[in-house]
């Protein structure tokens, strides 16, 4: 059983939606989205690769879905302010290479119902998955992972809503937060590091004073008493970014997208991936059932791992570990959790709509600023809370 430390310093990173590896999750998850709204049955496993002025869209897509793959890669382009010139890399400018083939009939039997050896559908591929959730923040995620999304998250809005203003930045940034903890709790930041893409006349000191507004902003005020340092572009500049100073690809920053290097990770990406993928959905569904054990005041801490085999529908494996904080020991929670939580991959999908995104969230919203830790989606609902504490009383 893992324990918690007495004091210790966490430091996790995010990156902005300019960031060249989030270019290509945001346009993989876009085509998601496209798929999904005309054929919910859609099969999808989309990568994508950008470089200087130059989109690769590669993948298995089986769908009757009608989609024009370079329309919806250029508009995810110019929705994240590439559209000048001069940064290098522009939706206009770009050369956009298509290499799209259908789903292996040999994984197809195993992820539908009925077509495989087993009468229900079946995961899309072995593995293990994780989901976690903290109290240390009222959202039930880890204080640095979700802080650090803040302040890149709050650069991008401030970026689009005044662009007479903040008519320096430019798309691409990173953020990375130190935070110090006693006994589990989150006490202070140490450490605020920002880097971020900019015109070349932009005075240092201007982002300097921005990112220290920018940080009292989003990160409470009982976390910035200390003697914080701050990190604003350490190098001296930032102008040559996004896909002109850096390679992007799809998956690449799949612990941006979890939590910050908080718990363990199975490896297995999420952009690109329809809720067939268990890499995917299972994740989303462990995070649902450790926030609802979090909220539920069963654990401070939790964190739940499953296993699949491809094409077989029921979960190899349960483990739960809420870190020596639980109030029933970890193998009854597990029980708790078999009785109360289906985790086939089909109820998985309709427990959560996975299939049918709207209602104020789509695929391509995951695809920044992190999978949890915002309202919007499914599997960020704390609607189990009563049935667990019933349970547990029972």
């Not at 522009?90 to 197809?108: C, N």
């Not at 309202?375 to 009563?386: I, L």
């Amino acid at each position: 059983m893992s324990k918690i430390k007495a004091k210790h310093v966490f430091t996790s990173e995010s990156v902005s939606e300019g960031h060249p590896d989030k270019v290509c999750d945001q346009i993989s998850d876009a085509i998601l989205d496209a798929c999904l709204t005309q054929d919910p049955e859609s099969r999808v496993a989309c990568e994508t690769l950008v470089t200087t002025n130059m989109v690769v869209i590669s993948g298995e897509i089986t769908t009757s879905a009608k989609v024009n793959w370079q329309e919806i890669a250029m508009q995810v382009i110019t929705d994240i302010g590439y559209n000048d010139p001069a940064i290098g890399f522009t939706a206009d400018d770009s050369r956009i290479t298509i290499a799209i083939h259908k789903q292996s009939a040999d994984i197809s039997q195993g992820v539908t119902e009925g077509a495989g050896r087993f009468t229900e559908q079946g995961a899309g591929d072995q593995g293990m998955m994780f989901g976690y959730a903290s109290n240390e923040t009222p959202e039930l995620m880890p204080a640095t992972i979700f802080y650090a999304h803040k302040i890149v998250e709050e650069f991008a809005r401030l970026r689009k809503s005044e662009p007479e203003k903040y008519r320096y930045l430019r798309p691409d940034a990173k953020s990375q937060v130190s935070i110090s903890y006693e006994n589990g709790k989150p006490v202070s930041v140490e450490t605020i590091v920002v880097s971020h893409q900019h015109t070349p006349d932009m005075p240092q000191e201007w982002l300097e004073e921005q990112v220290r507004l920018v940080a009292a902003k989003v990160i409470p005020a009982e976390l910035l008493t200390g003697d914080i340092q701050y990190f604003v572009n350490p190098t001296g500049r930032f102008e040559i970014g996004g896909p002109t100073g850096d390679t992007g690809l799809t998956g690449r920053k799949i612990i941006v997208d979890t939590y910050g290097g908080v718990g363990s990770h199975g490896g297995g990406a999420f952009s690109g991936k329809d809720p067939s993928k268990v890499d995917r959905s299972a994740a989303y569904f462990c995070r649902y059932v450790a926030k609802n054990i979090v909220a539920a005041g069963l654990a401070d801490k939790c964190e739940i791992q499953v296993a699949y085999a491809i094409g077989v529908a029921q979960p190899l494996s349960i483990n739960v570990d809420t870190y020596g904080t639980g109030k029933i020991a970890d193998a009854e929670l597990e029980k708790v959790i078999r009785k109360l939580f289906d985790m086939r991959p089909a109820a998985i999908v309709r427990t959560l709509g996975l299939k049918n995104p709207g209602n104020g969230w789509c695929y391509r919203d995951t695809a920044s600023y992190g999978h949890f830790g915002r309202a919007q989606f499914p599997w960020e609902r704390t609607d189990r809370v009563d049935d667990l504490r019933a349970e547990v009383r029972a």
